[in-house]
C-alpha cells in the first residue's frame, strides 16, 4: 500500500521520466547535427538541472518519510535489484565512459583518462565512507538501548495492571527510538546522492560539451531502458532474464 508521500512521488517520478526520455532524444538528435559546442553545453545544462530537480524533489520527500526510498513501490524488481542506497551506484557511470572508449563514440585524451581514473578512486572510497555509515545504522537497531526498549515492552505486556500507563511510556520511548532511526537513514540517503552527484559532475567537468552529450544519452539510455525491461519482466511472467552485464557494451552505443 502506498504512503501519501509515495503516491505524490510516483506521479512526480513517471512525469520525471517522461521528461528524461524527450531530452534522451534531443541529445541523440543534437549529437548527429553537429551543433557549435555552446549548443551543446546549453543542452547538457538543462539536463544535469533536471537531475537536480529529481533530489530536490526526493529530499523534500524523504524529510516527511525517508522510508518510501528505502522500498520505492514506483520502481520496478530490476530496478530495486540494481539501486544502491536508494539509487543508482556512482561508480556505475565509469563503466558507461568506458563503453563510450571502447565503441569508439569518444576518444579520450591521455589527461582526461588520468583525471577520470582520479575520479572513479575518489568516489570509490567515498561510497565506501556511506556504505559504512549505512552499516553502523543498521548495527544501532540492535544497541543497548534499543534492546532494553524491546524488554520493556515485553515486561508490561505481561503486567495487565500498569498496561495503559506502561504502554503509553513505551509508545513514548519508541517514537524516540525511530526518530533516531529514520533520521540516521535520511542522512545515509543525502551523503549516497551527494556521491552520486560528484560522481557526474567530476566526469562531466573532464570531458568536452560534445563527449557530454555523448555520455548523458548513455546514462539516460541506461536507466530507461532498465526501467522498460523491469516492467516488462514484472507484466510477464515467464519472460528471459536480462543480463545486466551487456547494458553497456551491447545497448547504450
Known sequence: MKSPVGERFSEFFDKWICQLDGYLQQL??????????????????????HYKEYYTVKWAAAHEDVLVFYCPVWLSKLEN?????????????????????RKSVAELTEEQVRKIEQLRAKIKLEEEKVEREMERQQVAMADRKVVELVRTARRIRNEELVVVVGNHQVE??????????????????????????????????????SQSLDFLAGICML?????????NRDNQKGSNPIILGELHNNVIF
Not at 541523440?28 to 553537429?34: A, D, L, P
Not at 526518530?179 to 567537468?205: F, Q, S, T
Open 28 to 49: 541523440v538528435r543534437v549529437s548527429r547535427e553537429g551543433l557549435s559546442e555552446s549548443e551543446h553545453q546549453t543542452l547538457v545544462s538543462k539536463l544535469t538541472a
Open 81 to 101: 535489484a540494481c539501486s544502491w542506497l536508494t539509487g543508482w551506484k556512482p561508480s556505475m557511470i565509469f563503466g558507461v565512459v568506458e563503453s563510450m572508449r
Open 172 to 209: 513514548g520511548l519508541v517514537e524516540v527510538a525511530l526518530k533516531g532511526v529514520l533520521a540516521g537513514l535520511e542522512r545515509v540517503m543525502k551523503a549516497a546522492d551527494c556521491v552520486r552527484l560528484k560522481a557526474l559532475k567530476g566526469v562531466l567537468d573532464v570531458l568536452s560539451p
Open 223 to 231: 536507466q530507461i531502458q532498465i526501467r522498460k525491461w523491469g516492467q
